[in-house]
């Protein structure tokens, strides 16, 4: 398995502001992916977090609103931009190793509130 | 487009009770089927993965079985402790990236 660290755990946030998120993990590990998680639904992937280049959208999801980081093999940050409180949410960064048959592995998550 | 479907959504059990949780899927070359509890406020806490029809797993009072259209969880003797939201959800293809049901909300009473 893997450790996950996600930072901050929770916040509240001004409209028009913007948070970034960060995950750090325990073992260099391939795949990095952001998910939401809005209230009293299921997991959305965001994005795959590439390292060294442009993280990987899924539709509906943007750069400009979630800018990725992926500076190594370890450490991923989202941020979310010009919040509004539709993005209100948790945020959860997952990890897996880029072979057959790998477990995925979730952080805590991070409940951000938009006021 | 991969798709997971779980039901019922929410099941209220008496400690003891025994019962079952289904996944339905319908993806292009499953890669593998997870199957993950997650608490109010915390992260998905991973349980098992299925990769082949006929494979079964276990885990405590939890035992997972996967066909070629729909995983069980089976929860035996279920503890107050069990009660937190089950989630399911598919891997295809090559892509590493999940696919996630609405998941399940079990509420065992003591």
């Known amino acids: 398995s893997a450790v996950i660290s996600q930072k901050p755990s929770r916040d509240i946030c001004q409209r028009g502001t913007s948070l970034t998120i960060q995950c750090q993990v325990d073992s260099q590990v391939t795949m990095m992916f952001w998910y939401r998680q809005q209230p009293g639904q299921s997991l959305t992937l965001i994005a795959t977090?590439?390292?060294?280049?442009?993280?990987?959208?899924e539709s509906g999801f943007v750069i400009d609103k979630f800018p990725i980081s992926r500076p190594n093999l370890t450490f991923s940050t989202l941020t979310v931009s010009n919040m509004s409180p539709e993005d209100s949410s948790i945020y959860l960064c997952s990890v897996a190793r880029r072979h057959m048959n790998t477990e995925a592995f979730f952080g805590q998550g991070t409940r951000l509130t938009v006021v | 487009e991969d798709q997971v479907t779980q039901s019922p959504e929410a099941l209220r059990l008496q400690e003891g009770e025994s019962s079952s949780l289904n996944c339905s899927y319908t993806v292009s070359g499953l890669r593998g089927l997870f199957w993950y509890r997650q608490d109010p406020g915390k992260g998905p806490e991973f349980l098992f993965t299925l990769y082949s029809a006929g494979e079964e797993k276990e885990k405590e009072r939890l035992k997972a079985t996967l066909t070629k259209k729909e995983s069980f969880l089976h929860i035996t003797a279920p503890k107050p402790e069990d009660s937190a939201t089950y989630l399911c959800?598919?891997?295809?293809?090559?892509?590493?990236?999940?696919?996630f049901g609405s998941g399940t909300q079990l509420t065992v009473l003591p």
């Open positions: 959800a598919v891997q295809s293809g090559s892509a590493r990236q999940l696919t």
């Open positions: 977090a590439n390292q060294g280049s442009e993280a990987t959208y």
